[in-house]
């Protein structure tokens, strides 16, 4: 019988996030209905709970018991969503994420609070610096789209305008439909991604750390945000525009606040966080 450790979310380093080897091929939730597995329980059961639960003592419990306290965590954190994220997280702009991996979904406050103090993964100086040459520019106009453009077509209520500012973009076909450009705020988010894996990553790493994988998920949330505002603008419903566009400012900060900590002067000048109000 295993014996399940309550444990902290330990210092990131590389090579040491933990992994999941079914994580690739299903859903979290065929993750969890096979969490009696001696491999899923050893490799995920740390990760779940160290975001939840405050250090206790070791005890041995039985695979129901296992079982059940998962499904509990999972649905304290606010459940499986398959219905947003799709069966295999296929709806999100960067799949494997941290609540891909373990059908976790932390709040902005939460990432911050564990992250705080942590030993984020070893990435060369160099490389980090490159990854700020080629994406904080995108970054930053994607901050200012968010808090500058956007924020005001909400407040104003410009519908259109609102719309406008969250375009996905599409491909052109040939001569007859034109290729459609995303809006900043949309293309920031790819660069967000782009810009952790350079800064939480090391080339030599053989699988997504956990720093990254966190990051991943603030990004996805955010982006998810966008929709959300996406939708209340259709539906002119501008209380519950102004309600995404508020939560999408927690994740952007959180992000923002993770990456700052791999940035040193030697690579440039960290990101300021959002401080607008709608």
Not at 154 to 181: F, M, N, T, Y
Request: glycine share 6%.
């Amino acid at each position: 019988m295993l014996a399940l450790v309550v444990l902290q979310l330990p210092a990131y380093s590389p090579g040491i996030s933990p992994r999941v080897s079914v994580a690739r091929t299903v859903s979290p939730l065929a993750s969890l209905q096979r969490i009696t597995r001696a491999e899923a329980l050893k490799s995920s059961a740390a990760a779940l709970f160290s975001l939840a639960a405050s250090p206790a003592m070791a005890r041995e419990l039985t695979p129901n018991e296992q079982r059940e306290q998962l499904q509990a965590l999972i649905a304290k954190r606010g459940g499986l969503d398959p219905e947003r994220r799709g069966n295999f997280n296929e709806k999100a702009l960067f799949s494997e994420d941290f609540y891909f991996k373990y059908g976790l979904r932390p709040s902005p406050d939460e990432v911050r609070e564990k992250l705080k103090d942590q030993e984020l993964p070893f990435a060369p100086v160099q490389r980090r610096y490159t990854g700020y040459q080629k994406y904080a520019p995108r970054i930053k106009d994607g901050v200012e789209a968010y808090t500058g453009t956007l924020r005001a077509a909400i407040r104003d209520e410009s519908w259109p305008a609102v719309l406008a500012e969250l375009e996905k973009g599409s491909k052109g076909q040939g001569d007859a439909v034109k290729a459609v450009s995303p809006s900043a705020s949309r293309s920031a988010g790819r660069a967000y991604g782009l810009f952790a894996n350079t800064v939480l990553q090391s080339e030599n790493d053989s699988a997504t750390t956990t720093a990254n994988l966190l990051a991943r998920h603030l990004i996805n949330e955010y982006y998810f945000c966008l929709d959300d505002i996406a939708t209340a603008a259709t539906k002119k419903d501008a209380a519950a525009a102004k309600d995404a566009w508020r939560v999408g400012k927690e994740y952007i900060n959180a992000y923002l606040a993770l990456v700052n900590q791999a940035i040193p002067s030697k690579v440039g000048d960290k990101f300021p966080l959002v401080d607008a109000s709608v």
